[in-house]
């Protein structure tokens, strides 16, 4: 069983593949892929102003609003409003997509895989969820508020908004939240 916790503090801000804006990695498969390397990759997105998506050949993307009013994104000439917080959108990452805020910026959080390689699932979760990693894949879950916890049999670490858990192999325990986390799911294509 690997399990790492990965902090929101300890994420640095890195501008986006087009320039346009700036993003935080939380885990990339495999362990430090470049853009063009990974198997899939999760990252929060700080966007504040209207603009072009970068472009990522190959790669599916699902996007969820965290925080703020939303997105008129326009995937291929094609308008998908999504303006509901907390709520899973997928989109093909290689065809031309723009992104026009709704109300002020919005913090999203990125889930990006190769199609070819991997598939991911992504879930909103409150309560109580056991982690369970498929065989040969990954789980992957980002705590939404303060006060999540992680119960295993070592006992217990505590989450803060934007922490994350990422494992592999064996289940890592039993997540506890005190608000919503995202759980994303990541399997052989």
């Known amino acids: 069983m690997t399990v790492r916790i990965l902090r929101a503090a300890d994420l640095s801000p890195a501008p986006w593949k087009n320039g346009g804006g700036l993003t935080r990695e939380i885990a990339t498969g495999p362990e430090g892929a470049g853009a063009d390397a990974f198997d899939w990759r999760v990252s929060l997105a700080d966007v504040t102003a209207d603009g072009p998506f970068s472009a990522f050949p190959g790669v599916d993307r699902i996007l969820t609003v965290v925080e703020g009013a939303g997105m008129d994104l326009v995937v291929g000439g094609e308008h998908h409003i999504v303006d509901e917080l907390l709520w899973p959108h997928g989109f093909p990452g290689d065809l031309p997509t723009e992104g026009f805020l709704l109300g002020g910026p919005v913090v999203n959080l990125n889930v990006m895989y190769r199609r070819a390689r991997t598939r991911a699932e992504t879930a909103v979760v409150c309560g109580t969820v056991r982690l ?3 065989e040969g894949g990954a789980v992957l879950t980002v705590s939404l508020d303060d006060g999540a916890e992680l119960e295993s049999v070592g006992g217990g670490v505590r ?8 494992a592999a192999g064996e289940s890592p325990g039993v997540l506890r939240t005190m608000g919503q986390a995202v759980l994303i799911t990541f399997s052989g294509g």
């Not at 989450?159 to 990422?166: E, F, G, N, P």
């Open 132 to 134: 369970l990693p498929p």
């Open 159 to 166: 989450l803060d908004r934007y922490d994350a858990v990422l």
